[in-house]
């Protein structure tokens, strides 16, 4: 992952919607996006050979994979979560965004219940 080239991309990004937001509004705000989902996949692009490493050490631990899945899942709604929630914000939404990051953890919650269910049949068999 190249910082410098993101870093930069964001401050170029950031001048250019707060100039367009003077004259045009929604441009500004299609500028914020676009630059908002080029950091997040150069973001997520770096993150390949970290998620290649926690699946070989998951492997050499018996870890079961399903497990790696489901954290690697919640990550993944959580960044979605985080850039809409801050696009929204940026709009002046901050009402939508409260109510997107709400449906974030939600659905974190919900991709995390197999790993409960896994965690109190663990317990059980210790209580036995």
């Known amino acids: 992952m190249d910082i410098a ?3 930069g991309a964001g401050i170029v990004a950031a001048a250019l919607s707060a100039v ?8 500004g705000l299609f500028v914020s ?11 997520l692009s770096a993150l390949s050979p970290l998620t290649e ?13 399903a497990c790696i899945a489901i954290m ?3 990550l993944a709604v959580s960044l ?4 809409a929630a801050d696009s929204c914000r940026d709009s002046g939404e ?11 953890k939600t659905a974190v919650l919900l991709i995390a219940v197999p790993l409960f269910e896994t ?4 317990v059980k068999e210790l209580i036995k």
């Open 33 to 43: 996006i676009a630059a908002s989902l080029f950091i997040l996949f150069a973001v």
């Open 94 to 104: 901050g009402a939508i965004a409260s109510k997107i990051e709400l449906a974030g």
């Open 80 to 83: 979605i979560t985080q850039l």
């Open 53 to 65: 490493l926690i699946g070989e050490l998951a492997g050499e631990a018996g870890t079961d994979n």
């Open 20 to 27: 367009l937001k003077r004259f045009h509004a929604e441009s």
């Open 5 to 7: 080239a993101i870093v």
């Open 119 to 122: 965690l109190l049949g663990i």
């Open 72 to 74: 690697m899942k919640a």
